[in-house]
């Protein structure tokens, strides 16, 4: 009975492992994005402000996400370094996701805006676009971990319940 316990153990540390190596995944892909909120209309804007090396970094992503989504009524931009537009459309899904080639480095702005007078909340956030390879690697490190330390917990029950009934 010491062993099964021992396992139970070695497995349930097997699983937080893998919980943690998902945080750290999570903290790779969304390190240097920018994130913020609130509510348009017209006359009110959310703005967020992300610096870009363009040494390190050609490509740049944002994501925007609407509340109580209606088409038409949220519109984007993405101004460069000089404040000149590179994007500039109307969100026409509750979540917009794209990407924009970096020209030169400096602080790339998204900037959310309602065209109606009625208080929209958004989401946003803009930044690099994360190593592909990176987060492949991690999210396929947590996977095994995870589904490791799973079945061999579901092993450890199987084998103690097996036990359990030869003993009665």
Known sequence: MQKSGLFIIIFGLLIVGGLVVSVVENQVTLEGIQQGNGKVTSDETVRISVDIDREEISKGVFAVQVMEFKKD????????????????EY??????????????????????????????????????????????????????????????????????????????
């Open 73 to 88: 009524t949220v519109s984007v931009k993405i101004l460069d370094p000089t404040n000149s537009e590179i994007i500039s």
């Open 91 to 168: 969100v026409n899904e509750d979540i917009l996701e794209k990407e924009f080639d970096v020209i030169e480095s400096g602080t790339y702005q998204l900037v959310i805006q309602g065209s109606e007078d009625d208080e929209i909340y958004v989401a946003g956030a803009i930044g690099p676009l994360p190593d592909a390879n990176k987060k492949l690697l991690l999210s396929s490190i947590s996977l095994a971990i995870l589904i490791i330390g799973m079945a061999g917990l579901a092993v450890t029950g199987l084998i103690g319940i097996k036990n359990r009934k030869k003993s009665v």
